[in-house]
């Protein structure tokens, strides 16, 4: 059992910056990929952004040209850097771990609030 913890979460004004991060109890180079997901009230779960094990990476619509996802395999850790912040941003974001096509694992997740 793979324990995926958040952090860096908290209240930002829109046009501000957040950096999250996820840290894994196991290895994440032997994942097949790391994704950030995010759900506002209300709404369903959504894709973020996720990175493959070989570093491609793929975002969500809504977060292209503003977030950026990374991945330390020394520490593992993944990362999302949240620039340009939108009101609309506002959702609890989650980590998840794609081990395989049948087995993934999610974190608690980590509030994000964009409000002045």
């Known amino acids: 059992q793979v324990q995926l913890v958040e952090s860096g979460g908290g209240l930002v004004p829109p046009g501000g910056s957040l950096r999250l991060s996820c840290a894994a109890s196991g290895s994440i180079s032997r994942s097949s990929a790391m994704g950030w997901y995010r759900q506002a009230p209300g709404k369903q779960r959504e894709l973020v952004a996720v990175?493959?094990?070989?570093?491609?990476?793929n975002y969500g619509d809504s977060v292209k040209g503003r977030f950026t996802i990374s991945r330390d395999n020394a520490k593992n850790t993944v990362y999302l850097q949240m620039n340009s912040l939108k009101p609309e941003d506002t959702a609890v974001y989650y980590c998840k771990m794609i081990w395989s096509s049948i087995t993934s694992y999610w974190g608690q997740g980590t509030q994000v609030t964009v409000s002045s």
């Open positions: 990175i493959t094990s070989g570093g491609m990476t």
